[in-house]
T-cell receptor, first 114, second 113 residues
Framework: AQSVTQLDSQVPVFEEAPVELRCNYS??????LFWYVQYPNQGLQLLLKYLSGSTLVKGINGFEAEFNKSQTSFHLRKPSVHISDTAEYFC????????????FGGGTRVLVKP | GAVVSQHPSWVICKSGTSVKIECRSLDFQATTMFWYRQFPKQSLMLMAT?????????EQGVEKDKFLINHASLTLSTLTVTSAHPEDSSFYIC?????????FGPGTRLTVL
């Protein structure tokens, strides 16, 4: 069975500083990996996804993530954050064999301080 | 990306009543939709997989008689919370699946008094 661990439940960061959100997964088969952002009282918005190919994936709003198969990680990074990046971020994994059901990590709350 | 809507966006009801939440894919057909539940400051938990034209598949621990799911068309799935109680208060989010990706609705906040 697949599982996802987000190592940091909260990450405070100053505006214009870089941020990295860590995500590790476990699965016995090939997976698809996703990062979503959730603003208060809203649904999820896809930031980026890894399906295959290049391990460095670029997404919206200046975010990028790198798939590391040997370390089973998919960490999310942004070189310079804005106040508007304050939100909850979820890493998720799906397996084609499991009907592409998503399994979510516990989430990381990013608080950008001025 | 594709657009998924939910209605209502929020609802308050009395204990013992039933509440129906609609999930629609607006610009694509979805044979599969998913229903999630999210408690405050927690992650999303998959409740069930809704399949057009067939019965929903429920995750372990989810009562199928309490959370009725109907996927009547390729663009509409409904979740009915029957005989709602305060512990059913939560944020309910649906998603519609394209071949690989899922597109999420904006969520429905249910408060049961």
């Amino acid at each position: 069975a697949q599982s996802v661990t987000q190592l940091d439940s909260q990450v405070p960061v100053f505006e214009e500083a870089p941020v990295e959100l860590r995500c590790n997964y476990s699965s016995s088969v090939s997976v698809y990996l996703f990062w979503y952002v959730q603003y208060p009282n809203q649904g999820l918005q896809l930031l980026l996804k890894y399906l295959s190919g290049s391990t460095l994936v670029k997404g919206i709003n200046g975010f990028e993530a790198e798939f590391n198969k040997s370390q089973t990680s998919f960490h999310l990074r942004k070189p310079s954050v804005h106040i508007s990046d304050t939100a909850e971020y979820f890493c998720a994994v799906s397996e084609e064999a499991a009907g592409n059901k998503l399994t979510f990590g516990g989430g990381t709350r990013v608080l950008v301080k001025p | 990306g594709a657009v998924v809507s939910q209605h209502p966006s929020w609802v308050i009801c009395k204990s013992g009543t039933s509440v129906k939440i609609e999930c629609r894919s607006l610009d694509f057909q979805a044979t599969t939709m998913f229903w999630y539940r999210q408690f405050p400051k927690q992650s999303l938990m998959l409740m069930a997989t809704s399949n057009e034209g067939s019965k929903a598949t429920y995750e372990q621990g989810v009562e199928k008689d309490k959370f009725l799911i109907n996927h009547a068309s390729l663009t509409l799935s409904t979740l009915t919370v029957t005989s709602a109680h305060p512990e059913d208060s939560s944020f309910y989010i649906c998603s519609a699946r394209s071949p690989i990706e899922q597109f999420f609705g904006p969520g429905t906040r249910l408060t049961v008094l």
